[in-house]
């Protein structure tokens, strides 16, 4: 019986491995060590090159488990952690060991010379092929030899074997589920080693788990791409049949631990006839919670309808840009404007709660290109925080990874683009981002900000962009300005003697102003008593003294706001002309920017200009 440890770096759910487990385990003696793992709660990992502690117990492991073949399941974000652990296992252990993954699938190159042997592409067939051959020769060079899709070094330099083909749709669904069984798995996260562990990688019992493989698309900055690429001539999106899905729902749901799934595959509901039947099933038999991930040309109001019906209480949309430049012809990713403000309109339509990603830090992206995903999240139908304080639509905000040999890695080096982006300015556009999702902040104060990131980088202090814009939504929300006004004083540190009165609404706030009040806030929650705290207090207290109805519209309402919209309606569409006013006066070149204005139907639309 040959035997093999596989190591999973930062990543507990690695349901490749636990699915090479189940494949293996009747046969052959198969343990699973999960080195590190992603921490949700924090949105960080735990386990880096150099962790001292983490490595020894993980060397002492290795040895007393004392396997035939030491192997690596890695993703390319995790390469330079698994190549360091490999090379400690080689040379402290003397052991082979063999990298795959789609670490080692997408940059081989690189992998071959970390490991003794690479497993490039699927796993499936090759996996059992080599434990067999070990036991059948009791050679691992005469087994290596003779097992598709690997490369190994020889002393005449490296040899590739053929590829397997991909499995099939039919072989899919008979495959054995998903090992998540607690024999034979460790973890080792921040010094503690875990054995028999039978956890799943989240602390609210969802379930990981596919009900396909592969991705219909190809966009360029996916490692689906590199793998399109491999397999050309196959077919790489294979569906299970809906009866082994349910069939492994149903097994876990006899599990104590499970309260809900999650189905990760790359796009859920790409097949409308097959998740209409799932629907059926799922509601007659499983009936629990799940999320799943939909793209917007997939988003079907009759399928989303039976989803939701059955237990779907969450989606992640790809968005990725609002930019259609960006999305055809950067990530080729041909989903027009139109049918993303579709897909989120049924969305809404049916209350279904999403969750937005988009890519930010794209060092090809110019500032128009930001601004159209700007506008397109301020124009997109989507469920805010007003409408439903406790499920509102909500972000992934991910910065492009450049992973090795995708295509867009390619035209970063084919074009000379420099991948180096400014975090500063990253997070002043996730936070513009943020802000699109805010109720009360007029979309021309958004848009009008955009222009204003030296100003912004110049003033901003303590006041991060990567928090500012929850901050203030979470602050605002619970009306801190209530706060402030409870301090409220006719003099400098006298007796409470007076009272603004009336507390402006959310939407009769400029951005500024909000700034101040949120400053006011914090220094009354959490600051030290000393002088910034006094000055930020003070700073809002003469605000809130001119926060008045009488002065709010001698400052904010024109002559051209007709006067019998309401009055919070009238101030919204003043403060865009005020706010185009300004940014017409602060630039020294104002015909330049008109004309920019003018060619921009982004601008066109926030400023009212033909």
Sequence with gaps: MAKIAIISCNDRCCMGARQLSSLVKKRHAF???????????????????GDEADEQLLLELVGQLSPDLVGFSYRSIHANLAAHLAGRIRSKLKMPVIMGGIGATSDPDTAIRQGDIICVGEGDFVLPRLLDAIDETGSLDSAVRKTPNLWYRTDAGISVNSLERLVSREELSDFPFIDYDADNKFSIVRGELVENDGRYDNEIGAYPMLTSRGCPFACTFCHNSTVHDLYRDQKYCRQRSVASVIAEMEAAKNRPDTTMFSIYDDLFNVNRRWALEFASEYGKRIAMPFWCYTHPMAVNKEVHEALLDVGLNNTAMGVQSGS????????????????????????????????????????FEDDNDR??????????????????????????????????????????????????????????????????????LPQGAVMYLSYLYDEYKQSAEDFRPETGARWIQTRLRERPIREISELFTGD?????????????AAGELTFSEVRVLMDGSQAVRFAADDGMRSDKIKAALNLLKELTPEKRIVQLQSDAAPP???????????????????????????????????????????????
């Design 31 to 49: 343990c699973l060590i999960c080195y590190g793992e992603y921490h949700h709660a924090t949105f960080r990992e735990t386990a880096y090159v």
């Design 324 to 363: 259609e430049r960006i999305l055809y012809h950067l990530y080729n990713r041909r989903t027009p404007r139109r049918s993303i403000l579709k897909a989120a309109a049924i969305l809404k339509d049916l209350k279904c709660r999403v969750q937005i990603d988009l890519i930010t830090a794209n060092p």
């Design 371 to 440: 601004r159209d995903t700007l506008d397109l999240m301020q124009s997109m139908p989507k469920i805010t925080r007003a409408e439903n304080p406790v499920q509102p639509w909500y972000y992934c905000l991910s910065r492009l990874t450049f992973f090795p040999n995708s295509r867009i890695s390619q035209m970063l080096k084919e074009q000379g683009i420099n991948p180096e982006f400014d975090p500063g300015l990253a997070s002043f556009w996730e936070m513009l981002y943020e802000l699109a999702l805010i109720d009360y």
């Design 492 to 504: 400098e540190g006298g007796a409470a003697s007076g009272s603004p009165g009336w507390i402006p």
């Design 564 to 610: 019998a919209k309401p009055f919070n309606m009238a101030m919204q569409d003043s403060l865009v002309r005020r706010l185009h006013s300004e940014l017409h006066n602060r630039f020294p070149r104002v015909q330049k920017m008109e004309r920019k204005i003018r060619a921009n139907p982004t601008l066109r639309r926030i400023f009212g200009r033909s």
